[in-house]
């Protein structure tokens, strides 16, 4: 990732050109997966499944003469293609009225640790680094290694981001200082959403699915299917079959003190922020994790907890839902996890392991 974006500033358009090659690479490898899967099922005839498959494979063939160089997006198409902003013309055209463009340099520093957070960074090109201390996700347990805790401290935290990413919104949405310290590894050019200007666009759209319930959802999204991958009992699902299973999922806030009954409507509950306690076995679960399916009943000990639940089958909605569109767009497939062969869904029976019209463009001098 490092390396990749710092070649991204100085050959912009070349990697552009590898992130859209690899991407569709992907979705045609995920293609040939699960055609396979439906063919080995019956579902598609074996003369149709082979015609399909050499169709497949010929488009991947044809990605050899790809463009070497493909022009990078501009703030205002990376605005666009938000996946809690995708589609809403409204919200759109509030959010680009606020934004403006931000361009730092080499050793500028975004936000440090321990301050409170300004407003959400929407990485338009360059590479910054995070360092810092873990995500707290919501609860000061330290529940990391022993030695770390005798040490006084938490599990060193670094990271590298690049174009497309986000900065910022968890911290902005629960009002907490900032975890880690960003700081700019090239020259830096952001679309800033004041944390003003965010909360204004929230009071203004309300109705739902409010337009912070759909960025609470999109990284409730992005967290669960991160613990959905270190969990042993997911290991061989894909990272497609992992995005289904929270395609029609849905956040429930508790507030604190306050208990949830989990009922035989819920098969799957990731916890994505806070602490919640087993009101039965009196065990305290903390973010991120995936509450014991033998839980029927949690109680909320965090100030703010948020929850993730897949819903059955049977309470499924059968129309097409917007957390697909999230999941598609936040969560890019990735070619280790489409060679993956899909596994069986697991029941409920079984059990769950814990686990602006214009943008205004500004140069940053000082940090």
Not at 57 to 84: C, D, M, V, Y
Not at 149 to 171: E, H, Q, W
Request: hydrophobic share 40%; aromatic share 8%.
């Amino acid at each position: 990732m490092k390396e990749l974006g710092l070649l991204e500033r100085d050959y912009p358009e070349v990697v552009m050109s590898v992130k859209t090659s690899q991407a569709i690479r992907t979705v045609l490898n995920n293609a040939i997966e699960t055609l396979n899967i439906l063919t080995t099922g019956g579902v598609i005839d074996l003369k149709e499944g082979a015609k399909l498959e050499k169709i497949i494979q010929l488009k991947i063939k044809r990605l050899t003469t790809f463009p070497a160089t493909i022009l990078p997006p501009t703030a205002e198409e990376l605005l666009r293609n938000i996946p809690w902003l995708e589609n809403a013309k409204d919200q759109i055209h509030l959010i680009k009225s606020k934004a403006k463009v931000l361009v730092f340099d080499y050793g500028d520093i975004l936000c440090a640790e321990g301050e409170m957070p300004r407003g959400i960074h929407l990485m338009v090109s360059g590479l910054v680094k995070l360092y810092g201390s873990s995500p707290g996700f919501g609860h000061s347990k330290d529940y990391y290694d022993e030695d770390v805790r005798l040490g006084g401290g938490k599990i060193p935290f670094t990271d590298y981001r690049g174009s497309g990413a986000i900065l910022g919104d968890v911290n902005c949405l629960t009002k907490q200082p900032m975890e880690v310290t960003i700081i700019c590894e090239t020259l830096v050019k952001t679309c800033f959403i004041s944390i003003n200007d965010l909360f204004e666009a929230f009071d203004a759209f309300m109705e739902f699915p409010s337009l912070e319930y759909k960025l609470w959802l999109s990284i409730a999204i992005r967290i669960a299917v991160n613990t959905l991958k270190d969990n042993i009992a997911y290991q061989s699902w894909t990272h497609n079959k992992i995005c289904s299973w929270f395609s029609k999922a849905y956040i429930e806030d508790i507030n604190i003190n306050k208990k949830l009954d989990i009922d035989g409507n819920m098969e799957d509950l990731v916890l994505i922020y806070g602490s919640v306690e087993d009101c039965q076995l009196q065990q305290v679960y903390y973010a991120p994790c995936i509450i014991p399916k033998t839980t029927h009943q949690i109680q909320a000990i965090a100030n703010i907890t948020k929850i993730l639940i897949v819903p059955t089958a049977a309470k499924k909605d059968t129309k097409p839902s917007a957390n697909q569109k999230l999941l598609a767009m936040d969560n890019a497939p990735s070619l280790q996890n489409a060679a993956v062969h899909n596994k069986g869904i697991p029941g409920r029976s079984s059990m769950r392991i814990a686990l602006s019209d214009s943008l205004t463009v500004l140069r940053v001098n000082d940090s």
